[in-house]
C-alpha cells in the first residue's frame, strides 16, 4: 500500500488556467506539506499542516491555496497558472513536524506551456 | 538564504569504493536529516542525527555531526550501483518552525558498475 500518494502523477496545462492536485496519506500523521523541486533538484518548503491547521506558509503568491479537509489529505489548487510553475509537486507527512522523518510522495511534474 | 549546502554537488565512483558527502547549515538546528531520491521518484528518509549526537550508524551509512562547524557528512561504505541516488540534507532552523524543514541542494551520486 502507498503511504503517500498524489495524483496526478503529470500534469500538462496551459498558461491561465487553475489545476488542482490531491494528496493522501494512509500513515496517521498529524502533519502534512508541499514542497516544490525546480529543475536544479532545489526543494522548497510551500506550506505545512498540522491537524488540518496551516502552520507554515512559506511565501507563496496567492494563487496557491492548499486545503485539508482532514488530517489525511492535504490538496493544492492552482489559479492562474504561470510558466514558472513549471516544476515537481511533493507532498509529504510526518508524525510530528520535523523532529520525525519526513514520508514523500512520488511527485507531480507540473509543466506549464 | 540557503540553510543546507551539500558538496560536492556531484560525485562519481565505482562499486566497492566508499561516497563521502557534506552538509553545511548556518543556523542552530535540533536536529539533521539525510534523504536519498531516485530519478523520477520522491524522497526517503535515511537518517535522522539530533544536535547532541555526534555520529550514527544504519546499515552502510555513518553520519557524523558536528554542531561547532555547523556541518555534517554522509558516508555510504562499500557502494553498490543501486545508491546511485541524490543525496539531501534537512535541517529545522533555530530559531524557527518545528514544522519546515529546509532541505540542500543535493549531491548526485552516481556509482559505476
Known amino acids: 500500500d502507498t503511504a503517500v500518494s498524489q495524483t496526478p502523477k503529470y500534469l500538462v496545462t496551459q498558461m491561465g488556467n487553475d489545476k488542482s492536485i490531491k494528496c493522501e496519506q494512509n500513515?496517521?500523521?498529524?502533519?502534512m506539506y508541499w514542497y516544490k523541486q525546480d529543475s536544479k533538484k532545489f526543494l522548497k518548503i510551500m506550506f505545512s499542516y498540522n491537524n488540518k491547521e496551516l502552520i507554515i506558509n512559506e511565501t507563496v503568491p496567492n494563487r496557491f491555496s492548499p486545503k485539508s479537509p482532514d488530517k489525511a489529505h492535504l490538496n493544492l489548487h492552482i489559479n492562474s497558472l504561470e510558466l514558472g510553475d513549471s516544476a515537481v509537486y511533493f507532498c509529504?507527512?510526518?508524525?510530528?513536524?520535523?523532529?520525525?522523518?519526513?514520508?514523500f510522495g512520488n511527485g507531480t511534474r507540473l509543466t506549464v506551456t | 538564504s540557503q540553510q543546507g549546502e551539500e558538496d560536492p554537488q556531484a560525485l562519481s565512483i565505482q562499486e566497492g569504493e566508499n561516497a563521502t558527502m557534506n552538509c553545511s547549515y548556518k543556523?542552530?538546528?535540533?536536529?539533521l536529516q539525510w534523504y536519498r531520491q531516485n530519478s523520477g521518484r520522491g524522497l526517503v528518509h535515511l537518517i535522522l542525527?539530533?544536535?547532541?549526537?555526534r555520529e550514527k550508524h544504519s546499515g552502510r551509512l555513518r553520519v557524523t555531526l558536528d554542531t561547532s562547524k555547523k556541518s555534517s557528512s554522509l558516508l555510504i561504505t562499500a557502494s553498490r550501483a543501486a545508491d546511485t541516488a541524490s543525496y539531501f540534507c534537512a535541517t529545522d532552523e533555530r530559531p524557527g518552525s518545528n514544522y519546515k524543514l529546509t532541505f540542500g541542494k543535493g549531491t548526485l551520486l552516481t556509482v559505476n558498475p
Open positions: 543556523t542552530s538546528i535540533n536536529n
Open positions: 542525527i539530533r544536535s547532541n549526537e
Open positions: 500513515l496517521g500523521h498529524d502533519t
Open positions: 509529504a507527512s510526518s508524525p510530528s513536524g520535523g523532529n520525525s522523518p519526513l514520508h
